[in-house]
């Protein structure tokens, strides 16, 4: 239990379907992230929220739409998915700071699939 | 960030300690060494991470060589369930990616 919470951890959803991903964690961090891990490709950070800003948004399709109401929870809303966006979304967050503060702590992830 | 090589696999027996090596040989004087691991369809775990010295925890060590171009995770004593995939990666402390690899795939035998 690393203190970082994901729901729900199995998403099935149609191509016109609109869902939800959330995190949240319990760590006093200030920082979050979501991940994207394809099948047998590298994780890929999508986007940084911090201090509930968003600081960085990596050519993500507008498909995808984060959301930072406070520092404890982040969600990812998903509209009209493909089926290559099936993944493994991960969640994380770190305390800004210091090199040695930053570390970034993961969820457990939601195992999406689009039909 | 610094590019990282690691092996693609390696077997150990549990219960024996397990070293996993990475090169990191363009490394910056800047960048941190980290190591996490993934157990298979979960979200990643951090493990440890360095800069020069030498660090333990209660889940590894990290040994960093002097010139900083190589270190070595050691895992005391191996068990079953410390089979996953082993990522090595250095970036620089504040900066918000993380690169993963393609990693170490361990696998712990009995």
């Known amino acids: 239990e690393t203190g970082v919470t994901q729901t729900p951890r199995h998403l099935v959803m149609g191509m016109t379907n609109k869902k939800s991903l959330k995190c949240e964690q319990h760590l006093g961090h200030n920082a979050m992230y979501w991940y994207k891990q394809s099948a047998k490709k590298p994780l890929e950070l999508m986007f940084v929220y911090s201090l509930e800003e968003r600081v960085e948004n990596n050519s993500v399709p507008s498909r995808f739409s984060p959301e930072c109401p406070n520092s404890s929870h982040l969600f990812l809303h998903l509209h009209t998915l493909q089926p290559e966006d099936s993944a493994l979304y991960l969640c994380?967050?770190?305390?800004?700071?210091?090199?040695?503060?930053?570390?970034?702590?993961f969820g457990p992830g939601t195992r999406l699939t689009v039909l | 960030d610094a590019k990282t090589t690691q092996p693609t696999s390696m077997d150990c027996a549990e219960g024996r300690a397990a070293n996993l090596p990475c090169n990191h040989s363009t490394i910056s004087g800047n960048e941190y060494v980290y190591w996490y691991r993934q157990i298979h369809s979960q979200g990643p775990q951090y493990i440890i991470h360095?800069?020069?010295n030498n660090e333990t925890n209660e889940m590894a060590s990290l040994i960093i060589t002097e010139d900083r171009k190589s270190s070595t995770l050691i895992l005391p004593h191996a068990t079953l369930r410390d089979t996953a995939v082993y990522y090595c990666i250095v970036r620089v402390g504040g900066d918000y990616k993380l690169s993963f690899g393609a990693g170490t795939t361990v696998t712990v035998r009995a």
């Open positions: 360095g800069l020069k």
């Open positions: 994380a967050s770190s305390l800004e700071g210091g090199p040695h503060t930053d570390t970034q702590y």
